[in-house]
């Protein structure tokens, strides 16, 4: 299922406690009314992949986290890290939440979240370690309507 957390759209980035995420042209053209608001990012665990195991010219093209991994589930050819996304720290992550379950986004979901790794991550339970994403797999939504704002 899909990861949830807060953001604050502003121009052509989503600041979030993963980081700043860059919209795609196309997105930041279709958003260019919506400056500063509060949305709800989206990300699926198969989007995360550990920083170490991408190459550098990849890495370039998207953003870099750090996390606590708080439980590591080995599954064979893949490693499911589970930790809590940080605070954007504005004050917004609550009302996110909250418009989260009002827009029916899974609520237990926002906040937690899920990261499928490769089995060659050196990923393990209670160290940090660095995920990476592309951010065109991210969706974008309106954090008090739901709607996906990248549809």
């Known amino acids: 299922s899909m990861n949830f957390t807060p953001g604050r759209l502003k121009g052509g980035v989503v600041s979030t406690g993963l980081g700043d995420i860059p919209l795609s042209d196309e997105l930041s053209s279709r958003l ?5 608001r509060q949305v709800i990012v989206g990300l699926r665990p198969e989007a995360f992949e550990d920083v170490e195991l991408v190459d550098e010219d ?14 590591l589930e080995s599954m064979g050819s893949d490693k499911y890290a589970h930790f809590t996304a940080p ?14 379950v009002d827009a029916g986004l899974d609520e237990s979901s926002t906040g937690s979240m ?5 089995a060659e991550s050196a990923a393990r339970r209670g160290e940090r370690v660095s995920l990476w994403f592309d951010p065109a797999k ?9 709607e996906n704002l990248g549809l």
Do not use: H, W
């Not at 260019?32 to 500063?36: L, M």
């Not at 899920?114 to 490769?118: K, N």
């Open 32 to 36: 260019k009314d919506s400056a500063d």
């Open 138 to 146: 991210v969706s974008i939504f309106d954090a008090e309507t739901g």
């Open 114 to 118: 899920v990261a499928r790794l490769s």
């Open 87 to 100: 605070d954007i720290g504005d004050g917004g992550d609550v009302a996110s939440s909250e418009a989260a």
């Open 58 to 71: 990849q890495r370039a093209a998207g953003v870099v986290t750090d996390i606590d991994v708080e439980v």
